[in-house]
């Protein structure tokens, strides 16, 4: 069964633990992403672990190794239970990603997991600033075996991609799928989207929901309604 996660897209620490707080025993998971994280720092995730949730660190760390294996080190030491680095850095940064994820995990207890982001799910054919590109499904599931091999715990990737990449790369290599609309939903500045049925029946294992819930009347339904439905596509 895959599990929601829910984006907590928001400038400021009190905004995001407030809608936190509303989800409490609804959705398991929540996303501090660039804004928020750039804007108050740790004490979003520790607030959130306080909370009793599990978090996932969406700052996308591409940069040299060494670099890299501090960063997610520290994430790890703060709480987070899920951190993503660029698929683009390559061999020698995603194996210093792993290695800074050990460093920082807590003895005894399952690690976190370190995903690589392959193409983001707002890119479509023609955005890549390269010559004769692939399109970015292609991209994404040539960089989705590549971080296998780097010895990644999987990938994000778009629900088109899901399952190719499972096919490639076996059911244990995780697959977290941001761009997720329900059909009643727009798009937004999302353009690679799919329905949480289609996700989770692609192979999903995390599918990542932001403005469908924060910004719904009455988020913890909107929450649930999406739980629903993947709950039957499974």
């Given amino acids: 069964m895959a599990d929601l996660v829910v984006a907590l897209d928001f400038r400021d620490a009190d905004t995001a633990l407030s809608m936190a707080r509303t989800l409490r025993g609804t959705a398991p998971w929540m996303k501090v992403g ?4 750039t804007a108050e720092g740790p004490k979003v995730v520790t607030g959130l672990k306080e909370l009793g949730f599990k978090v996932f660190l969406d700052l996308k760390f591409f940069d040299i190794p060494n670099t890299v294996q501090g960063a997610v080190r520290s994430a790890v030491r703060l709480g987070a239970d899920m951190v993503n680095i660029h698929a683009l850095g390559g061999e020698r940064m995603a194996r210093a990603a792993m290695e800074g994820c050990a460093e920082g995990a807590v003895p005894g207890q399952p690690a976190p997991l370190v995903l690589a982001v392959t193409m983001l799910t707002s890119m479509a054919a023609g955005d890549l600033p390269v010559a004769n590109a692939p399109g970015p499904s292609e991209m994404a599931l040539d960089l989705a075996v590549k971080a296998k091999q780097y010895g990644l715990n999987g990938v994000v990737c778009s ?20 761009g997720i609309r329900p059909a009643s939903a ?18 999903s294992d995390f599918l990542v929901v ?25």
């Fill in 186 to 203: 727009e798009a937004g500045d999302q353009r690679r989207v799919v329905t949480p049925a289609e996700a989770v029946r692609s192979g």
């Fill in 34 to 37: 660039l804004e928020l994280f």
């Fill in 159 to 178: 629900g088109l991609e899901v399952e190719r990449i499972k096919a490639s790369c076996g059911s244990g290599f995780v697959c977290l799928t941001p």
């Fill in 210 to 234: 932001g403005r469908p819930v924060t910004r719904a009347k009455r988020p913890e339904e909107a929450a649930r309604a999406i739980i629903e439905e993947m709950g039957r596509a499974g």
